[in-house]
């Protein structure tokens, strides 16, 4: 572990350190971290880095610390630097006298890796098949699986990390969290310095969706950090906003001094001046494991799309999204000219690519019929369900006829994720089944139905039907607008 050694005066002052020619308004950001002092491990991102003037790099800002095993496909912006003002692109690491060990960036073509200064560590997507990245990076696949790199995730059984390994603290209170409320009473108590809040055990026990709702940072500064360790169970956090007027740092976790683990998050991040900002985390001196961060990053001078400063360990984590600048803030006397150019042109210009790497499903398997269609650039989608979806009343799970969902391989270019919420009683729909990733020519041949606490399905027939977001096989990119399949789940 490194000490963090850096405070605000500190990062206000890095920005005389980095030379006479970057304006005021010049923003620093990573696409994973923007300072890495610490470990970061297995880890990748698939961000944009957005308008405005802005230093940055694929991964890592400024590495004065390790990063071994990582590896990144965010789009980065070229930035001017040294006497000659040539502009250049840092794929990986723009600063820093860190190690950079194993570690690679992706590019869809190898006549633009010239444009980058760290090239040598970069490989366009046709030239990161596995055999490539073994050998070239010495990579293992321990943890990631062995395809494509431009497509390559986390194997889904080193997508969690025990608590017990550890991580436990003796004498520290439980907390099982459950409700939005209920959260945002625990932050409250953190944020307070309530010692048994700030050093407890947490459990996330539900998924959380906070319909756009502002919450504050957990731990919200230096002399308020959380201590303890929060267990997400696999879970995801939604729908929050961060405000970060008047902080000095702002992410989902603001100061984070104990352990957090299988946790996902996804919001959006305002930081409104606040000199430091990050999706997940803000400042890390503990220990982050098996999370992931799908944000939208708006302003902030030092940014780092999953942290902002990593002075512990970093390991399995991901992050996906893009970063926003504050142009608006300076362009609004010209923006009815600008609405009007664009009116007249009738072409606004295409929305940022929305990268959002889904984990793959442990029970995928591929489809047995050889009806292959031939894959073209065009947008393709298609699905299978059956009408009946016959579930066992003693394990809940669905049985196969041969499948359950299947994503059929006949030139679709479209992977997609399934949600099955049922309709309860009382006419409200209730999500019992969220799959992983399922690719292009696969299927699942059973699931198991997991209904929120305090719910018991009992034999009999439910109207229900499943909703289908999709991804884009090569990119991960976030595509078409989701659907939805009535079927009829019968439970005997």
């Known amino acids: 572990m490194h000490s963090r050694g850096s405070d605000l005066s500190r990062l206000l002052q890095d920005k005389k350190t980095r030379g006479a020619d970057m304006g005021k308004k010049t923003k620093m950001e990573g696409g994973f971290a923007y300072r890495n002092a610490g470990k970061t491990l297995n880890c990748y991102a698939a961000v944009k880095i957005g308008a405005g003037k802005s230093e940055n790099a694929g991964f890592i800002y400024d590495n004065k610390g390790e990063a071994l095993h990582c590896f990144t496909r965010s789009t980065v912006r070229g930035w001017k630097r040294g006497s000659g003002h040539r502009?250049?692109?840092?794929?990986?690491?723009?600063?820093?006298?860190?190690?950079?060990?194993?570690?690679?960036?992706?590019?869809?073509?190898?006549?633009?890796?010239?444009k980058y200064r760290d090239r040598t560590i970069g490989r366009a997507v046709s030239a990161a098949e596995p055999e490539q990245i073994g050998a070239e990076?010495?990579?293992?696949?321990?943890?990631?699986?062995?395809?494509?790199?431009?497509?390559?995730?986390?194997?889904?059984?080193?997508?969690?990390?025990?608590?017990?390994?550890?991580?436990?603290?003796?004498?520290?209170?439980?907390?099982?969290?459950?409700?939005?409320?209920?959260?945002?009473?625990?932050?409250?108590?953190?944020?307070?310095?309530?010692?048994?809040?700030?050093?407890?055990?947490?459990?996330?026990?539900?998924?959380?969706?906070?319909?756009?709702?502002?919450?504050?940072?957990?731990?919200?500064d230096r002399q308020h950090p959380f201590c303890g360790t929060f267990d997400g169970k696999g879970y995801k956090i939604k729908g929050f906003v961060l405000q970060g007027k008047d902080m000095a740092e702002i992410g989902f976790f603001g100061f984070l001094k104990g352990s957090v683990i299988n946790l996902s998050v996804d919001g959006i991040i305002k930081a409104d001046?606040?000199?430091?900002?990050?999706?997940?985390?803000?400042?890390?001196?503990?220990?982050?494991?098996?999370?992931?961060?799908?944000?939208?990053?708006?302003?902030?001078?030092?940014?780092?799309?999953?942290?902002?400063?990593?002075?512990g360990l970093i390991e399995r984590c991901s992050v996906s999204g893009k970063s926003r600048g504050m142009f608006l803030l300076w362009l609004w006397p010209v923006i009815p000219f600008l609405a009007l150019l664009i009116g007249?042109?009738?072409?606004?210009?295409?929305?940022p690519e929305d990268y959002v790497p889904i984990l793959a499903d442990s029970s995928i398997v591929p489809n047995e019929d050889n009806e292959r269609g031939k894959r073209t650039n065009e947008n393709k989608a298609s699905y299978e369900?059956?009408?009946?979806?016959?579930?066992?009343?003693?394990?809940?799970?669905?049985?196969?006829?041969?499948?359950?969902?299947?994503?059929?391989?006949?030139?679709?270019?479209?992977?997609?994720v399934a949600v099955l919420y049922m309709t309860d009683s009382r006419g409200k729909e209730v999500e019992v089944y969220h799959s992983g990733r399922i690719p292009v020519g696969y299927h699942i041949e059973n699931l198991t139905l997991v209904p929120p606490d305090g719910t018991t399905l009992t034999n009999g027939t439910y109207n229900a039907k499943i909703v289908f977001s999709f991804y884009h096989h090569d990119t991960g990119e976030k595509g078409m607008v989701d659907s939805a399949a009535p079927i009829t789940v019968k439970i005997e």
Request: hydrophobic fraction near 35%; include cysteine; proline fraction near 6%.
């Open 385 to 416: 369900v059956p009408k009946i979806l016959k579930v066992d009343a003693a394990t809940l799970t669905a049985k196969s006829e041969p499948y359950v969902i299947q994503n059929p391989d006949r030139g679709g270019n479209y992977d997609f």
């Open 344 to 351: 007249v042109l009738a072409n606004p210009p295409k929305p």
């Open 87 to 114: 502009k250049q692109k840092d794929g990986f690491v723009s600063i820093g006298s860190g190690t950079v060990s194993q570690c690679f960036f992706l590019v869809k073509k190898d006549k633009k890796l010239k």
């Open 137 to 220: 990076y010495d990579w293992d696949y321990d943890v990631f699986e062995q395809e494509n790199a431009a497509k390559m995730d986390f194997i889904p059984e080193s997508w969690s990390f025990d608590p017990l390994d550890g991580l436990e603290e003796v004498g520290a209170k439980n907390v099982r969290i459950k409700t939005e409320d209920e959260l945002l009473d625990f932050i409250d108590r953190i944020n307070r310095g309530e010692p048994a809040a700030v050093n407890a055990k947490c459990e996330l026990a539900a998924n959380l969706d906070f319909h756009g709702r502002k919450i504050p940072s957990i731990g919200c």
């Open 273 to 311: 001046g606040c000199p430091l900002a990050a999706g997940f985390c803000a400042v890390n001196e503990g220990e982050i494991r098996c999370c992931e961060a799908v944000i939208e990053l708006q302003a902030g001078r030092y940014a780092g799309m999953f942290v902002g400063e990593n002075n």
